[in-house]
C-alpha cells in the first residue's frame, strides 16, 4: 500500500464530508434556537437550509459515484464561494478580530477550493472550449484558495494558543504546547509550499495527513461518545476536517509523484 492509495481517497473523504453536511441542514434546517450554528454557513432559513442539504447531497453523490462529477464538484465550489462571498466577508468586516468568524468563513473558502481542486482534476467532456479554457483556469485558482486558507489558519493558531494547546489529548507524548506549535508551523508552511510550487505534493499529503488524525484521534472519539447528542458544532468540526484532508490529498494526487512543482498534470481521475 503505497501513499498513491491515501491521495486517491481524498475524492471520497471530501464526497462523505459534504453528505455530512447535508444531512446536517436537513436535520437543523427547521430549528429555531438561535445559538445554533449555521450550517454550512448560511442564514438561518428553513427553506435555504433544506435546499442547501438536497444540493450538497446531491454533489456528494455527483462526486463520490463520478457522475457528472467535473459539473457536479464545479457547482459545489461555487456555492460555496457565494457563501464565503455574500455572508463570510460581511462578517469578517464586522468582527476583524474575531478568530471563530474568521476561521468560519476560512473553512468556506477551503471547501471552494477543494470541490474546484477536484473539477480541475475531473474530465470535463465534450470538445474544449474557449469557455470551458476560461473555466479551466478558475477552477486552477483553487490551490491558491486552499493555500491562502492555510496560512490564515496557522497565524489564527497564535491568537487562540492555549485553546489549541488544550485541546491536545494528554495521552499523546510530548506537551501541547509543542504540539500547537507544530500544527501551526505546518500550516504556514504547507500553504507557502503549495502557493509557490515547491515539495507542494509532500506538503498538501502531509497536511492532509494531520488533518486526517485529527478528524480520528480528535473529534471521531467525541462524535462517538455522545452518538445521540447531534451536536451541530461537534459534527461540523469532525467532518471540516475530513473535508479538508480530502482537499489535501486531492490537491497531492493531481500532482505527478515526479514532480512537485506542476498542478493538474495528471489526466483525470485514474
Avoid at 429555531?32 to 438536497?54: K, N, R
Avoid at 456555492?79 to 468568524?101: E, K, M, N, T
Wanted: charged letters at 10%.
Amino acid at each position: 500500500m503505497t501513499v498513491e492509495f491515501f491521495f486517491k481517497q481524498g475524492r471520497l473523504f471530501f464526497a462523505i464530508a459534504i453528505a455530512a453536511f447535508g444531512v446536517e441542514n436537513l436535520i437543523w434546517a427547521h430549528s429555531t434556537d438561535p445559538f445554533l450554528p449555521e450550517i454550512p454557513w448560511v442564514p438561518s432559513c428553513p427553506a435555504l437550509g433544506y435546499l442547501m442539504g438536497v444540493a450538497l447531497l446531491a454533489a456528494s453523490v455527483s462526486i463520490a459515484a463520478n457522475l457528472r462529477a467535473w459539473l457536479g464538484a464545479t457547482l459545489l465550489g461555487f456555492l460555496f464561494l457565494l457563501c464565503f462571498l455574500s455572508l463570510q466577508i460581511a462578517r469578517v468586516a464586522a468582527a476583524p478580530l474575531d478568530v471563530g468568524v474568521r476561521t468560519c468563513a476560512f473553512e468556506t473558502l477551503t471547501m471552494c477550493a477543494s470541490a474546484w481542486m477536484l473539477a480541475a482534476l475531473t474530465p470535463a467532456g465534450g470538445e474544449l472550449s474557449r469557455g470551458k479554457r476560461v473555466m479551466n483556469g478558475l477552477l486552477h485558482s483553487g490551490r491558491y484558495f486552499f493555500a491562502i486558507s492555510m496560512i490564515v489558519f496557522g497565524i489564527d493558531h497564535y491568537f487562540v494558543f492555549n485553546f489549541i494547546v488544550s485541546l491536545v489529548p494528554p495521552w499523546i507524548p510530548g506537551s501541547g504546547w509543542f504540539w500547537a506549535h507544530v500544527t501551526a508551523i505546518g500550516f504556514i508552511a504547507a500553504g507557502v509550499s503549495i502557493s509557490v510550487r515547491r515539495l507542494d505534493r509532500w506538503a498538501a499529503g502531509m497536511l492532509g495527513l494531520m488533518f486526517f488524525l485529527w478528524f480520528l484521534l480528535l473529534h471521531a472519539p467525541r462524535v462517538l461518545s455522545y452518538p445521540r447528542c447531534l451536536d451541530p458544532d461537534e459534527w461540523s468540526s469532525a467532518f471540516i476536517a475530513l473535508a479538508a484532508c480530502g482537499g489535501a490529498w486531492i490537491l497531492a494526487w493531481s500532482i505527478p509523484a515526479k514532480s512537485s512543482t506542476g498542478f493538474g498534470d495528471n489526466q483525470g481521475m485514474r
